[in-house]
């Protein structure tokens, strides 16, 4: 039986067994008997400063942080807006755990990594959005940003095992109101949005947003800067009072200048400046452009019964030239000369039933999915030789050499088609006791070619990716939880175009969800474990190729915490301890340490507003970020020192309608490194910077 047949018999098969245990009288979930404060806030909406309640991120349905086995993380768009923060990066880092890695350059789109483990899988409202090289999401569109921590293969297929990070987008609502934000700070940084909400029916059936952003930024690194313009229409439609259907999309434009950073020297940072651009400042730009897509309609088939249709397509360009560096050979780096043209798109299908219904005396609520997914993805890079001839002095860089000839084509082509079935069962045993069950079938069909040698090589895998998890409500402020996850992702192409068997990997975690000071402040503690495999590692019969043989390992705990815990103070914070390592690989030590995890970080950001009097409305707060050491380099002795940062942040209100905003980043001017993929792409962090900004009610 093939795995379509498999799918369509097992979403009937569900479908028929909740309508015949509802037609043997059972008795209905009862899924809206929460309490007021539960009922005002949406998986898919605001958030009411800091302390999210819902979330759709672990389940896809509608339900309650409290009562979901697995920890997930939740950073609303208010902690942007305090940060002034424009992309997500400095936000994630108050999800616990979640480290900075790979910026390819400075190009916006970005890896990061969670409990350990390094990832580029971005989602956004359930939807990968990042299989190409999308840009980094920007903040005028973000509602809320969530972080399932832990194996999400079962509900989410491929990806890697620490994790992954959704992005909610802002929905109409149903209030008129319109909202303009400018910002100016330090290296000619300038930004201005707009934010329309507006109803175009009397009854508010038919509602419309429109998000607009532009920036212009130049940066404390010498000849690097990048602009940015963004559109992100979204338009609801409740048809009747079953149906429902959304349209959200997103147009964007990014030109960046391509940025390695800057090598450390004898293994040790500091020698050369911060600012030092190493790069060619005649190379131009690399221009980003991005077109999204997602549509979904959502129909009541009856009270406790719905059909969800949802739809997603992306596609984009990324396309201009760079000079790297490669070693470093004295004061002198090497470089090579590279042209990029890439192209993609990305359209993913997904059709759900879910239902909620009693059965042999256990309330359920189940979902039944199906997904099609068709990934294409052409990369060609062409790159001239490595050598001294085309170098850089790393403390008096001298720009405007010849450019070297180009040698190595580098043209790859990639196709993935890939058939799931989601099955999943939150099921409630007793009033105490709950669980979730889940399982995802999936079969991929992957061609990888290198379109230079006409080297093509093909993959067709069928796997089964299970999780499980209970919770139980010891009192009524603290529920202890456990589970299971697995996880898989194929691995990229090879130099000769081959593919690799999928890397697989496999979480436990078991924790603590406290509700505290009568629910004004939420936390989660945790403990994990997880391991991967089939990790690319070096060939020992073929030098210079890779075979899928190496495995990993990551553990510790993380805490976080957010909450009102006054009606003036609002407080965010997490810490995590992270232990991941290498554990067998024929090039890497064993007990090597992963790239830019550190044992220890930490953060915490408290905003005070005041209640009374001429401040009224207006705020102070402050940001303190930890991070420990970290490895700079896999398999190397190579180290990132440790750093912490504080921002301190006011807003005053001068008017109803009109806000002012200061953010001091850096107060004591560290000398930090934020991110490195090894010794010589080191990346530093921007010394102190002061920025103004202006929000107005239109």
């Known amino acids: 039986m093939t795995l379509r047949t498999l799918t369509s018999l097992a979403s009937l098969g569900l479908g028929l067994l909740g309508k015949a245990a509802l037609a043997a009288g059972a008795v209905q979930l009862d899924?809206?008997?929460?309490?007021?404060?539960?009922?005002?806030?949406?998986?898919?909406?605001?958030?009411?400063?800091?302390r999210a309640t819902r979330s759709a991120s672990a389940t896809r349905t509608d339900t309650r942080l409290e009562d979901i086995p697995q920890t997930i993380a939740v950073v609303p768009a208010q902690v942007l807006d305090d940060l002034g923060s424009t992309r997500i990066d400095r936000a994630l880092d108050f999800a616990g755990g979640v480290s900075r890695q790979n910026n390819f350059g400075g190009l916006t789109f970005l890896n990061y990594s969670v409990r350990g483990f390094t990832t580029g899988e971005l989602y956004r409202?359930?939807?990968?959005?990042?299989?190409?090289?999308?840009?980094?999401?920007?903040?005028?569109?973000?509602?809320?940003?969530?972080?399932?921590?832990?194996?999400?293969?079962?509900?989410?297929?491929?990806?890697?095992?620490?994790?992954?990070?959704?992005?909610?987008?802002?929905?109409?609502?149903?209030?008129?109101f319109n909202q303009f934000k400018a910002s100016a700070g330090r290296w000619d940084r300038y930004r201005s949005s707009l934010d329309v909400n507006t109803p175009l029916s009397d009854d508010g059936t038919l509602l419309s947003r429109i998000n607009l952003a532009v920036e212009d930024n130049r940066s404390f690194r010498d000849?690097?800067?990048?602009?940015?313009?963004?559109?992100?229409?979204?338009?609801?439609?409740?048809?009747?009072?079953?149906?429902?259907?959304?349209?959200?999309?997103?147009?964007?434009?990014t030109e960046s200048v391509f940025d390695r950073g800057i090598p450390a020297v004898d293994g040790k940072l500091g020698a050369v400046k911060r600012s030092t651009f190493l790069g060619e400042p005649n190379d131009g730009e690399i221009r980003n452009d991005n077109q999204l897509l997602q549509v979904s309609l959502e129909h009541w088939l009856d009270e406790d019964w719905k059909l969800r249709l949802a739809s997603h397509y992306s596609q984009g360009t990324l396309d201009g030239d760079s000079s790297e560096t490669s070693r470093?050979?004295?004061?002198?780096?090497?470089?090579?000369?590279?042209?990029?043209?890439?192209?993609?798109?990305d359209s993913i299908t997904q059709a759900e039933l879910h239902g909620s219904f009693t059965f042999a005396g256990w309330q359920h609520q189940t979902l039944a999915g199906l997904e099609y997914e068709n990934y294409r993805n052409s990369q060609k890079y062409p790159q001239s030789a490595t050598g001294l001839g085309y170098g850089q002095n790393i403390y008096h860089p001298v720009y405007g050499r010849a450019k070297p000839p180009i040698i190595n084509p580098n043209d790859f082509f990639e196709h993935t088609e890939s058939y799931a079935l989601n099955l999943q069962d939150q099921i409630t045993f007793t009033d105490r006791l709950s669980g979730l069950l889940g399982v995802r079938f999936e079969?991929?069909?992957?061609?990888?070619?290198?379109?230079?040698?006409?080297?093509?090589?093909?993959q067709d895998k069928e796997i089964g990716v299970p999780r499980a998890g209970l919770l139980y409500q010891l009192t009524p402020e603290v529920g202890v939880f456990a589970n299971a996850s697995t996880s898989f992702k194929p691995n990229g192409i090879g130099s000769q175009g081959q593919v690799f068997k999928p890397e697989k990997g496999i979480g436990?975690?078991?924790?603590?969800?406290?509700?505290?000071?009568?629910?004004?402040?939420?936390?989660?503690?945790?403990?994990?474990?997880?391991?991967?495999?089939?990790?690319?590692?070096?060939?020992?019969?073929?030098p210079g190729d890779s075979i899928a043989a190496g495995k990993a390992r990551s553990q510790g705990l993380d805490l976080q915490f957010s909450g009102q815990l006054t009606d003036a103070l609002r407080v965010i914070g997490a810490y995590a301890y992270i232990d991941a390592e290498v554990t067998e690989d024929n090039s890497i030590p064993e007990g090597s340490d992963l790239l830019g995890i550190a044992r220890h970080s930490a953060s915490l950001l408290g905003v005070y507003q005041f209640q009374d009097g001429m401040l009224r409305g207006s705020d102070i707060g402050a940001a303190l970020n930890y991070v420990g050491d970290r490895s700079g380099q896999t398999g190397s002795d190579f180290e990132l020192p440790a750093y912490t940062t504080?921002?301190?942040?006011?807003?005053?209100q001068a008017t109803d309608d009109l806000s002012l905003g200061l953010n001091l980043n850096n107060v004591f001017d560290r000398k930090y490194y934020e991110r490195s993929y090894n010794s010589v792409w080191v990346l530093p962090g921007e010394p102190r910077n002061l920025s103004v900004s202006l929000t107005l009610a239109l």
């Open 125 to 176: 409202n359930g939807f990968a959005i990042n299989r190409g090289s999308y840009s980094s999401p920007d903040a005028s569109g973000i509602e809320r940003i969530e972080v399932l921590k832990g194996p999400a293969a079962s509900l989410y297929g491929r990806g890697d095992p620490g994790g992954l990070v959704n992005i909610v987008s802002k929905k109409p609502q149903a209030e008129s």
């Open 443 to 458: 079969r991929f069909e992957q061609t990888a070619q290198n379109r230079t040698t006409r080297v093509s090589n093909d």
């Open 646 to 652: 504080l921002d301190l942040l006011a807003h005053y």
């Open 223 to 253: 000849h690097v800067g990048n602009e940015r313009q963004i559109v992100s229409p979204t338009l609801s439609w409740q048809i009747n009072a079953d149906t429902h259907l959304l349209v959200d999309s997103e147009f964007s434009r």
């Open 328 to 345: 470093l050979v004295g004061d002198t780096v090497t470089r090579f000369y590279r042209q990029r043209s890439f192209e993609w798109n």
């Open 31 to 50: 899924d809206i008997a929460i309490s007021s404060a539960y009922r005002e806030e949406r998986a898919d909406g605001p958030v009411h400063g800091y």
């Open 508 to 542: 436990y975690e078991s924790g603590l969800k406290l509700d505290l000071l009568d629910g004004r402040l939420g936390a989660t503690i945790a403990l994990f474990h997880i391991d991967k495999e089939n990790v690319l590692t070096a060939d020992p019969d073929s």
